[in-house]
């Protein structure tokens, strides 16, 4: 085992101005859902110049409230990429919908253009259309939004991106999360991405009647407001259920933690941008592939991913080992989901996606974060082992 600390993939970056605004907020009047919250949400909008943000307690929760605000039911059929965490594609079955999966294009590690051109034709003769589309900015790049919503737009499916891993990006100079070509745009606050809110998520739109239900769904299905309740002239106790919603509020405490976050964004951004381009330049002569950042996209570099070629001398499998034995921690984004017992019960196998699963054979994460200091010595492990 290594004698040096073990350097994570990723790890929050907190300094004092963060623990303060917590502890300002705990010695506040508001601890759960109270100004903190709406401030939180105002500065993402703003950020990612949307119309709207809906703060949530985790992506997970977001991704779920979106498909339910944009009507996906059991009749429907959702689609996503089987690239990504499973939170993706769990939302459109909390929804009691189908699911299916659109290959991955392997040098962005996001969506295939062409595979969903072809997918979507085939389900177009065979009258099994998506009712929604949830894309994955896989690593921080995001996915060729005008592409996609071109290829969308004839058949009214809904677009949302799942772009947890890419705040701080950008896509045609514009930030990810403006919802320029989609819904909506899902975040999360997780510790390990661009900015933390310890956990938490949010959702950005430009159409108002969404937002409006999902600020509805993410406390209950509960209104207090007088404008939209059946109740004329009501008390001012007085409060209504209108739907089936969840308790899926962010508190205070979190917002205050993202607010705080967030005035830092840029220079974790940049952070990122840094070390991923020391990376490039190192691992420049070694039989590994790296992702390929479009020209109209600034990626956040949420992850580094690094994929073993065939000739090299090494498999993923013993890097993998010898990088956690010299105390280098590193993991692997990730495992397909139609691979997961669960998503097989329903009918799916290897074999289904290939692109997605040839990715999956070979590809590791590396330590990136801002706060990362020994990034010559993952650099000179890893060059040692090639």
Not at 155 to 174: M, V
Request: net charge neutral; aromatic share 10%; glycine share 6%.
């Amino acid at each position: 085992m290594s004698i040096f600390p073990m350097i994570p993939y990723g790890t929050q970056n907190l300094d004092s101005d963060d623990i303060q605004a917590v502890v300002d907020t705990l010695q506040s009047s508001y601890l759960t859902q109270g100004p903190q919250v709406a401030n939180f949400e105002l500065a993402i909008a703003d950020y990612v110049q949307a119309q709207y943000a809906v703060a949530t307690s985790s992506a997970t929760a977001a991704l779920h409230i979106a498909c339910l605000a944009l009507g996906l039911t059991k009749h429907d059929i959702g689609w996503t990429v089987p690239l990504t965490f499973t939170a993706s594609a769990n939302a459109i079955r909390y929804c009691g919908a189908a699911i299916d999966f659109v290959d991955i294009d392997a040098s962005t590690g996001c969506i295939s253009v062409d595979a969903l051109s072809k997918k979507l034709q085939q389900a177009a003769i065979n009258n099994n259309l998506p009712k929604l589309l949830i894309v994955v900015h896989y690593s921080g790049i995001s996915c060729d939004m005008a592409a996609i919503s071109k290829l969308c737009q004839p058949y009214n499916i809904h677009i949302i991106e799942d772009a947890s891993h890419a705040i701080g990006g950008k896509y045609q100079k514009k930030p990810v999360g403006c919802c320029d070509f989609s819904d909506c745009t899902i975040f999360s606050f997780h510790p390990v991405k661009i900015i933390t809110s310890g956990e938490g998520g949010m959702i950005t739109s430009n159409n108002q009647d969404l937002t409006e239900q999902c600020r509805l769904l993410r406390s209950h299905g509960i209104t207090k407001n007088p404008h939209t309740m059946s109740k004329e002239h009501a008390e001012p106790w007085y409060y209504e259920q209108q739907q089936l919603g969840f308790n899926y509020r962010m508190s205070d405490i979190h917002a205050a933690l993202g607010l705080s976050q967030l005035k830092k964004i840029n220079h974790f951004v940049n952070m990122r941008t840094q070390q991923a381009q020391t990376y490039i330049a190192a691992f420049a002569h070694l039989p590994i592939t790296l992702l390929q950042i479009p020209s109209n996209t600034a990626s956040s570099w949420h992850l580094f991913v690094i994929r073993v070629k065939s000739e090299a001398k090494i498999t993923r499998k013993q890097l993998y080992h010898a990088l956690i034995n010299a105390g280098i921690g590193c993991q692997v984004h990730y495992i397909p989901v139609h691979s997961q017992p669960y998503y097989q019960a329903l009918g799916f196998a290897w074999g289904d996606f290939p692109v997605t699963e040839q990715f999956y054979d070979n590809c590791l994460s590396i330590p990136i974060f801002p706060d990362l200091k020994a990034q010559q010595r993952v650099i000179s492990q890893i060059c040692a082992l090639f």
